[in-house]
């Protein structure tokens, strides 16, 4: 009988995959990229099997579109009935099914040709395990806009925190320090996206808290105020989910990068002190 603890909750990768090569090579870069573990399934039944025996150890899974007992995408319903984020992987690129794909609430449908793309799915699986220590501030004055947000950054762990306008943002900032990221809205009652951006920047620079404006639909004049104001990004709506999702991981690696940056020149490399 085996003594080996069992695993954290939410501290492993679920491989989804009837290509033996594809997921050793998957589980060595997650390894090596993310530092984490990971278990595989070649078919449903598999899947099915790892699920029930606890899923809640898992934090993403990464699922094969097409396996043998698979062929509508049935296991990425499976996993997601789960509510673990799913990385889709194909080896064709098909616009009706990355449409399709989305409307399934995934975090990415990525093509699995060549080790660049594998690496990719490693880098995205890293930065979901990392999410869960980052906080984002979602403002917007429409309630529905604002579920529609914070539902495609939970997707991909991220901790959400909602305000309905601009002075209930600076209150939850006020009270919460550990902010990351902040995504506004420009129209808002009592307070709107600008003035909130130049009373942010008051107190906390571009080196420390990332800003995104959101703007209607072809007003660059709207984006360039944002932009000059004191936001990182700006983002017009409607917009494509996956530049969404870019130009936050962006802007929240650039935060992080200069944290490390900082960290370095202040600590001994030898002794962390």
Do not use: W
Request: charged fraction near 25%.
């Amino acid at each position: 009988m085996s003594t080996d603890p069992p695993p954290a909750e939410g501290e492993r990768v679920l491989l989804v995959d009837d290509s033996q090569a594809i997921s050793r090579l998957l589980r060595a870069r997650c390894q090596e990229l993310a530092g984490v573990e990971s278990e595989m399934a070649g078919s449903l039944a598999e899947t099915k099997a790892l699920l029930a025996s606890g899923a809640r150890r898992f934090f993403v899974a990464v699922v094969d579109l097409n396996l043998p007992d698979s062929r509508e995408g049935e296991a990425i319903d499976l996993v997601r009935a789960h509510d673990i984020p799913v990385i889709v992987l194909t080896a064709h690129y098909d616009e009706a099914i990355r449409a399709r794909m989305l409307t399934k609430e995934v975090v990415d449908y990525l093509l699995k040709s060549s080790l660049h793309e594998i690496d990719h799915v490693a880098t995205l699986v890293r930065r979901i395990h990392r999410n869960r220590d980052v906080k984002v501030l979602v403002v917007d004055d429409s309630g529905s806009f604002r579920a529609y947000l914070v539902r495609l950054l939970e997707l991909h762990r991220l901790q959400v925190i909602e305000a309905a306008n601009g002075r209930e943002a600076l209150a939850v900032m006020q009270s919460d320090p550990g902010v990351d990221l902040v995504i506004t809205d420009y129209n808002m009652p009592e307070m709107d996206g600008l003035a909130l951006i130049g009373a942010l920047r008051q107190r906390h620079p571009r080196s420390e808290l990332a800003i995104i404006g959101l703007s209607e639909h072809g007003t660059q004049a709207l984006s360039a105020r944002l932009l000059k104001n004191g936001a990182n990004d700006c983002i017009a709506k409607p917009f494509l989910v996956e530049e969404f999702y870019c130009r936050v991981i962006q802007n929240i690696e650039q935060i992080e990068l200069v944290r490390t940056i900082r960290d370095s020149a202040v600590r001994d490399y030898l002794t962390g002190l």
